[in-house]
């Protein structure tokens, strides 16, 4: 069995100001762990992806997170929040189960960027 | 550009009606998905295949159908069974590097 949970479901931050969206997972065996960004109206964008190669995941958009196993955490960060990093943010664990990916998303951070 | 198209982006349904949402590809993905988005829920599973001529139930498969006899569409109908069928709507279909995921089709019962 598999989970996500994400920390909030809403995060307000100034612009300029570090951003921090946490997302807690629990997998029985060793995950692949996504973020992906959501704006209103449109479908999801893949963020980064972790899969073993290194613990910290550089993604588009100044992004990247940590993997701590320690933790079974994946948070995602970014120093300086810009006005269009304003969207919804999702994590996601992933494990092959019988020849296909079976993915599981957490219920999402709206990130709120104030001038 | 490779991609996924979903359409339309709004339908609107009335009570006792079916409706059929569209998903085409054209990134050679042999696996495709189709997830339902409610708010605060995140996604749900509704239907997957990972071939052409098969499919499988997702964790909310009643009230949907699909079908899948093409590798390049994976359409989805909404069948008068499911009884809150107002959600958003996104297919999507994976490569080694994640999923890639359709703009959506919000559907709303009037």
Redesign the interface.
């Given at each position: 069995a598999q989970s996500v949970t994400q920390l909030g479901?809403h995060v307000s931050v100034s612009e300029g100001a570090l951003v921090l969206l946490r997302c807690n997972y629990s997998s029985s065996v060793p995950p692949y762990l996504?973020w992906?960004v959501q704006y209103p109206?449109?479908?999801?964008?893949?963020l980064l992806?972790y899969t073993s190669a290194a613990t910290l995941v550089k993604g588009i958009n100044g992004f990247e997170a940590e993997f701590k196993k320690s933790e079974t955490s994946f948070h995602l960060t970014k120093p300086s929040a810009h006005m269009s990093d304003a969207a919804e943010y999702?994590c996601a664990v992933?494990r092959n189960s019988g020849?296909?990916?079976k993915?599981t998303?957490?219920?999402?951070t709206k990130l709120q960027v104030i001038p | 550009d490779g991609g996924?198209t979903?359409s339309p982006?709004y339908l609107f349904r009335k009570e006792g009606q079916n409706v059929t949402l569209s998903c085409e590809q054209n990134l050679n993905h042999d696996?495709m998905y189709w997830y339902r988005q409610d708010p605060?829920?995140?996604?749900r599973?509704i239907y997957?295949s990972?071939i052409v001529n098969d499919f499988q139930k997702g964790d909310i498969a009643e009230g949907y159908s699909v079908s899948r006899e093409k590798k390049e569409s994976f359409p989805l109908t909404v069948t008068s069974a499911q009884k809150n069928p107002t959600a958003?709507y996104?297919c999507?279909s994976?490569s080694e590097?994640?999923?890639?995921?359709?703009?959506?089709t919000?559907l709303t019962v009037v």
């Open positions: 479901s996504f992906y109206n449109q479908g999801l964008q893949l992806k999702f992933s020849g296909y990916q993915v998303f957490g219920t999402g | 996924i979903q982006k696996a605060g829920q995140g996604l599973l997957y990972q958003f996104l999507a994976t590097w994640g999923y890639t995921f359709g703009s959506g919000r």
